[in-house]
């Protein structure tokens, strides 16, 4: 396996949570608006909106999946069971697959043993 530096790793996952909390953020209140706004906004304006919306959902799903595989210090069957998870449930995917403190405590330890 390559070097590992957990330091990194936790700063690594520090950016993906708040790329999440942006991205969650703004997928709120596109949510809300489409709601509150429906009928008052013209069609032009809300497609952009709602590209823009899917545009940074997905890209932020690649950063996710890239991470997983090219960073996350698990084996291969549980990258594809997390890469499914967040291709399936998205959004909600991305948060339940984010590691917290105590998951990062033991994967520190983990990578100390090897």
């Not at 823009?52 to 549980?78: C, G, M, Q």
Request: glycine share 2%.
């Amino acid at each position: 396996m390559k070097s590992f530096s957990f330091i990194t790793y936790k700063k690594q996952v520090l950016i993906l949570r708040l790329l999440l909390i942006f991205t969650s953020f703004y997928g709120f209140i596109f949510f809300v608006n489409e709601f509150v706004e429906f009928y008052t906004l013209d069609y032009a304006t809300f497609t952009k909106i709602w590209w823009s919306s899917a545009i940074l959902i997905y890209l932020t799903v690649l950063v996710f999946i890239w991470f997983i595989w090219a960073k996350h210090p698990v084996d291969r069957n549980e990258k594809i069971n997390r890469t499914l998870s967040i291709i399936i449930l998205n959004v909600i995917g991305m948060w339940l697959w984010l590691p917290n403190n105590n998951e990062l405590e033991k994967i520190r330890q983990k990578m100390e043993e090897e």
